[in-house]
């Protein structure tokens, strides 16, 4: 008996981790059918070294009770993507959850359905919020109403745990959390801007410059299209 | 100019997470090449719901700087897999690290690489490694010598970042942990046997216990081979 059926969008140049993390955590979900959905069952190339194969195309994927965005760069030609953007408004019509990873929070937003939604996004990124009408919130997970939104990369296996408690209950949460040894023990102090040595966040913010004149290009232009 | 080759090996019924995670920390280091390794490129499918397409195959395998093996309930087969083996064994002869993840350290004790090294695996299976010729250690990242094994799942991320300091220093290791945005925040604490509910703790022992018969068997078996 199928009593979740959980979608995760995979498209060209995305983070693995982004969908890897959750979709993880979510094969330990009884009951559970996973979908990792694109246009086409083609292999992805994503960003970082993994080719992965969708399961289900877009058009031939049933209504979803959870819906999942991760991010990366290809996020930039997602977010003016009528196809993707369809997709996206039409499951969340019925989903329980809509839920983004990292940058997947720009797509959720630019379709339209983060306005007035309190949201996170990788740290970097969370001002490309604003123009698309949510509201930047504090948080490695941020639930408002059916939506949650979880920051960057690795935030996606707390986001997962997060949802599966709500879907099903805190044991099987943390059943699924002893499952996979999640006592995370950071070799370093480094993972946020808060507590990143101030060389190492100036490193990381410059090599992102081309990538946000990008998209903050393509943010305002979406957001001009959405007004 | 690439510096580093680092192969990480996939196979049928692996957990796709004690990969993933791991590559995508390898992606953010500069002038190294990843290579995904099976003995054909035919897409592989994991346990969780991933399918993902191998980029090299074993015959092809350039020598290494490291090699990594995660788990999943397909090292069983891997264990007395005289290629897979073999494979590992020669390419351990000159790599700079080998290192595991979750249960992969099996499948390197069967190689015979982990005679009276200190190790670690899942936390379910750290028994598992005497018969092996392990000396079973405390720790999410347990290093000797060349050898560096990681404990379950989610440990292959603390696990990747440790091997990237190792091998480029800490600055680059903590830039790539900003950006994953690496500062962990489970919802829960039941990510070890030590801090899990006994309730939980004891079911999800329970459903490992078939998998635990045929593991014990095929480390028997597998130990008695190598006396």
């Known amino acids: 008996m199928t009593q979740y059926r959980i979608g995760l969008l995979a498209f060209p140049a995305m983070t693995q981790l982004d969908l890897t993390g959750p979709l993880q955590v979510f094969a330990g979900l009884p009951n559970a059918e996973t979908h990792v959905l694109w246009k086409t069952l083609d292999p992805i190339k994503t960003h970082g070294g993994l080719t992965l194969v ?8 049933p209504q979803l009770d959870v819906i999942c965005v991760p991010g990366g760069t290809g996020v930039l030609d997602l977010m003016d993507d009528p196809e993707v953007l369809s997709f996206l408004r039409t499951q969340a019509t019925e989903a329980t959850f809509v839920g983004s990873i990292c940058t997947g ?22 001002d490309l919020l604003v123009p698309l009408g949510a ?5 490695r997970v941020v639930r408002d109403g059916k939506f949650m939104t979880g920051g960057g990369v690795t935030a996606g296996i707390d986001f997962a745990l997060t949802m599966v408690a709500e879907l099903a209950g805190q044991d099987i949460a943390e059943s699924i959390q002893l499952g996979i040894e999640y006592a995370p023990a950071p070799p370093f102090e480094s993972g ?19 990538t946000r004149v990008e998209r903050e290009a393509r943010v305002a232009k979406v957001a001009a299209a959405m007004a």
Do not use: F, N, Q, Y
């Open 105 to 126: 929070a720009l797509v959720l937003g630019a379709a339209g359905l983060l306005r007035g939604k309190k949201a996170t996004t990788h740290w970097a990124w969370t």
């Open 192 to 210: 946020s801007p808060d507590t990143a040595r101030p060389e190492i966040l100036a490193a990381v913010r410059t090599r992102m410059t081309s």
């Open 135 to 139: 509201i930047p919130s504090e948080g």
């Open 54 to 61: 969708p399961d289900t195309t877009l058009a031939d994927c």
